[in-house]
C-alpha cells in the first residue's frame, strides 16, 4: 500500500510541472522593415509604364494611387505594375502591418504630356478634327457638360463634330491607355451691327460674336467692362486690310448670372451704337 501512494505522488508532481510549461510563452515575431527596389521619393523616367519590387516586409501587400486618373497600379507577387496615365503620380505600398512607403513617379514621355484641344464652330455646321494626336490612340470620347455639339469618333481617330445650338460644350478624349485631353467645343452666333442698335437673346457659357458693319471703324468698349452675366468682352480691331470690319466678343459667365446689360460702342470719329444683351 505504501508504494502505490509513493507513485501517485510522483505522478502528480511531474503533470505539475507539465502545466508549469505549458504556460511559457511564445516569442514575438520580429516585424520586418518595408522595403522596395527604388528609394522612396521622386523618381524619373522616360517611359509610359514603370515596375518595381518589393524586396522586404510583411506580406498582405496592397498598392494605392492618390488619384486614380494619374495612374493604374497593381501588384504580381511582389511585383508592382504602374500604369502612367498622366506624366506625375504618387504609388503607395502597404503591408499587412501597416508598413507603407511612397514614390512619385515622372515620367517625360511624349504622349503623357498635358493636351487640350478646342474649336470654335458656326451653329448648323459640322467638322471633322484630323490633327487629333496625342497618347495612343483609339480615342473615345467622355462628356463632361454641354448639349450645343455631339462628337462622335470616325476613321482614323478622327473626330466630327456636330453643332446643334449655341453654347459651349466640354469633353475629355480618351486614349485605350485612359490617358485623357481636354476637349473644348465653342458653338458661336454671329449678329451684324448695321444700326445704332443690337438687342441679343443669350444664354450663359456662350460666345457672341458682333461684326460692326457701321461707322467709321477704330471701335471702343466705353466705360464700364466688367458685369456679373459676362465672362469676357474683347473688342477684335480690323487691323489689316483683309477684315472689313470691327468685331465685339462676348462671352456670357458660366454661372447662372442673368441679366440684362447695354454695352456702349464708339468709334473714332465719335460715332456711337450700343449692343444689348439679355441672358436668361
Do not use: H
Not at 501588384?75 to 504602374?82: A, T
Amino acid at each position: 500500500m505504501k508504494k502505490v501512494l509513493i507513485l501517485l505522488f510522483i505522478s502528480s508532481v511531474l503533470a505539475g510541472c507539465s502545466t508549469k510549461d505549458d504556460l511559457i510563452a511564445e516569442p514575438e515575431a520580429i516585424k520586418k522593415e518595408l522595403s522596395l527596389s527604388v528609394k522612396p521619393g521622386q523618381i524619373y523616367t522616360n517611359n509610359i509604364d514603370f515596375e518595381f519590387e518589393i524586396l522586404d516586409g510583411n506580406g498582405g501587400y496592397t498598392v494605392s494611387v492618390s488619384n486614380d486618373e494619374d495612374a493604374r497600379a497593381t501588384i504580381e507577387g511582389n511585383k508592382v505594375k504602374v500604369n502612367l496615365l498622366r506624366s506625375t503620380a504618387s504609388v503607395t505600398v502597404t503591408d499587412k502591418d501597416d508598413q507603407s512607403a511612397s514614390v512619385v513617379i515622372n515620367s517625360s514621355a511624349k504622349s503623357l504630356i498635358p493636351s487640350g484641344y478646342g474649336i470654335f464652330i458656326d451653329n448648323g455646321t459640322s467638322y471633322t478634327m484630323k490633327d487629333i494626336s496625342f497618347g495612343e490612340g483609339g480615342y473615345t470620347i467622355e462628356k463632361i457638360k454641354g448639349t450645343s455639339a455631339e462628337v462622335v469618333v470616325v476613321e482614323n481617330d478622327e473626330l466630327k463634330v456636330i453643332a446643334l445650338k449655341p453654347g459651349n460644350s466640354y469633353y475629355n478624349i480618351v486614349d485605350k491607355r485612359g490617358t485623357k485631353a481636354k476637349f473644348e467645343v465653342y458653338v458661336t452666333t454671329t449678329y451684324d451691327l448695321s444700326s445704332k442698335n443690337l438687342e441679343i437673346a443669350a444664354i450663359n457659357d456662350q460666345i457672341i460674336s458682333v461684326i460692326i458693319k457701321q461707322g467709321v471703324g477704330d471701335w471702343k468698349i466705353v466705360g464700364e467692362q466688367s458685369y456679373p452675366i459676362f465672362k469676357k468682352l474683347t473688342m477684335i480691331s480690323k487691323g489689316d486690310k483683309d477684315k472689313k470690319y470691327d468685331i465685339l466678343n462676348i462671352a456670357t459667365s458660366e454661372n447662372e448670372a442673368k441679366g440684362s446689360i447695354t454695352i456702349p460702342l464708339q468709334d473714332k470719329a465719335g460715332n456711337t451704337a450700343y449692343v444689348t444683351v439679355n441672358v436668361r
